[in-house]
């Protein structure tokens, strides 16, 4: 029960937190919202059959992909400021994104079309940028307080349901 608790609270500190970019986060806040994340995007599955064509499917999927991104991006700067780095670390998602997102396109609507070709070598500095995201992501952060704030595991911050 007690680690439901966590989840919960970790979901919610990063919900209520989708636009603020101070302080720090601790690293369990990342894996707790890719499966709040998950569970989102599997019980819309359901919503997204009920629309009445395919392409209303996909605009629909496209909009539950996207959501969760958001908060994603002041999550990753609370880290990056848990490790005591500059959060303009962000700067590394948009392409990744983006690339996501033209794929998607790409492949839904514009499959053969010699007009929308395929990303190609990009995939190479993509890689490279997701992997570095990746690694900054489960590195540990600086024990105790830093200049942008308390270190987050330091007292209980969690939220009583």
Not at 98 to 127: E, I, Q, T
Request: proline share 7%; hydrophobic share 55%; aromatic share 16%.
């Amino acid at each position: 029960m007690d680690s439901l608790r966590e989840f919960a609270a970790s979901v919610g500190r990063t919900a209520a937190g989708t636009f603020d970019r101070r302080g720090r986060a601790r690293r369990l806040d990342i894996p707790h919202w890719w499966a709040a994340a998950m569970i989102f995007s599997v019980l819309f599955t359901f919503v997204e059959w009920a629309m009445p064509t395919w392409r209303a499917g996909i605009v629909a999927r496209w909009f539950v992909e996207f959501l969760p991104t958001l908060p994603f991006f002041a999550l990753f700067v609370r880290r990056m400021h848990d490790q005591d780095r500059a959060g303009w670390w962000v700067w590394m998602l948009p392409p990744l994104v983006v690339a996501n997102l033209y794929k998607d396109v790409r492949v839904h609507f514009h499959a053969f079309d010699p007009n929308w070709p395929d990303v190609g070598f990009w995939s190479v500095p993509l890689l490279a940028c997701a992997v570095g995201y990746m690694i900054l992501m489960v590195l540990p952060g600086t024990v105790g307080a830093n200049r942008h704030g308390a270190d987050p595991r330091a007292h209980d911050t969690s939220i009583t349901i």
